[in-house]
């Protein structure tokens, strides 16, 4: 297999599988006989979208390769279009290089032009059915994903695993045994049958929520007092304190015990937790 191309490709231009050798060599040899009829596409960053393998074969043909920006709003759907209709993929390839595609969340965000897997599958001409065997696949057997994607694995086989995988996951003894794990209290309870296991389940979900919720108010509230307080020391703040100008409740002596103790139990929970 050759090597890629030191220029960053985007995300999606990433799934799509390389040209095997016997293909590589097969488009030097054009490219060297007819130059590069199709120019390499980047996008307004300089990522490439289309085109790994022209540079490639650029590379090896000793030509220099040609560039144009893509100057649309929607790179993804670009790089599907020109790549699925070009490559000598299956079906099954296809619809998982496009369903992969949908998860990647580039930064973190997801596009506010963000479509539909029916709309996407019509118009990169994927069935929406194959596309929702390869979303079974990322879902419940990522692993074979890739193999899917290079065609070392049919995306039928894959979905089959796929398939006894979801069964075991959604089975009442794995999901009682994971409830065990994450709350014995509440599995007790399903067990003396005081709670069904789906209402054991809600009821965790919601107590993870609450944790959530009640760790995010403390984090705030610490970071709003702590740092301040360590930012006046060495500082005259402390000597222009004046009650008369207070907003609350006037700080007393009652107050400052109250907080070093507040600040020794801090200190010990983070030595506990290891924090800096």
């Known amino acids: 297999m050759h090597q890629e191309t030191a220029i960053e490709s985007h995300p999606t231009a990433l799934l799509l599988p390389l040209l095997d050798e016997d293909d590589l060599t097969a488009l030097a040899n054009d490219i060297q006989e007819n130059g590069l009829?199709?120019?390499?596409?980047?996008?307004?960053?300089?990522?490439?979208?289309?085109?790994?393998?022209?540079?490639?074969a650029c590379e090896r043909?000793?030509?220099?390769?040609?560039?144009?920006?893509?100057?649309?709003?929607?790179?993804?759907?670009?790089?599907?279009?020109?790549n699925l209709r070009r490559r000598s993929l299956t079906k099954g390839q296809a619809a998982m290089i496009t369903v992969k595609a949908r998860s990647l969340k580039e930064h973190?965000?997801?596009?506010s032009k963000e479509q539909t897997a029916r709309s996407l599958g019509e118009q990169l001409g994927v069935a929406l059915a194959v596309m929702g065997r390869a979303g079974t696949v990322?879902?419940?057997a990522p692993d074979l994903v890739d193999p899917v994607i290079s065609g070392a694995m049919g995306l039928n086989e894959a979905y089959t695993i796929a398939?006894?995988?979801?069964?075991?996951?959604?089975?009442?003894?794995?999901?009682?045994?994971?409830?065990?794990?994450?709350?014995?209290?509440l599995a007790d309870r399903v067990v003396e049958g005081h709670l069904t296991l789906t209402g054991a389940w809600a009821e965790h979900t919601e107590r993870v929520e609450e944790d959530k919720r009640q760790r995010r108010v403390a984090t705030r509230l610490l970071d709003e007092l702590v740092p301040p307080l360590a930012q006046?020391?060495?500082?005259?703040?402390?000597?222009?304190?004046?009650?008369?100008?207070?907003?609350?409740?006037?700080?007393?002596?009652?107050?400052?015990?109250?907080?070093?103790?507040?600040?020794?139990?801090?200190?010990?929970?983070?030595?506990?937790?290891?924090?800096?």
């Open 37 to 56: 009829l199709q120019p390499i596409v980047l996008d307004r960053q300089g990522r490439l979208l289309d085109g790994r393998g022209r540079i490639a």
């Open 61 to 82: 043909a000793g030509v220099e390769p040609a560039f144009i920006t893509y100057e649309g709003e929607d790179p993804r759907t670009y790089i599907l279009s020109v």
């Open 108 to 111: 973190g965000v997801c596009s």
């Open 138 to 140: 990322l879902q419940h």
């Open 163 to 185: 398939q006894e995988n979801k069964a075991k996951a959604n089975s009442a003894e794995v999901q009682l045994a994971r409830l065990r794990e994450e709350d014995p209290e």
């Open 232 to 276: 006046a020391r060495g500082t005259r703040t402390f000597s222009r304190y004046d009650p008369a100008f207070a907003s609350g409740t006037p700080i007393t002596r009652e107050t400052i015990a109250h907080a070093l103790t507040a600040l020794a139990e801090m200190d010990q929970v983070w030595q506990e937790r290891e924090l800096l």
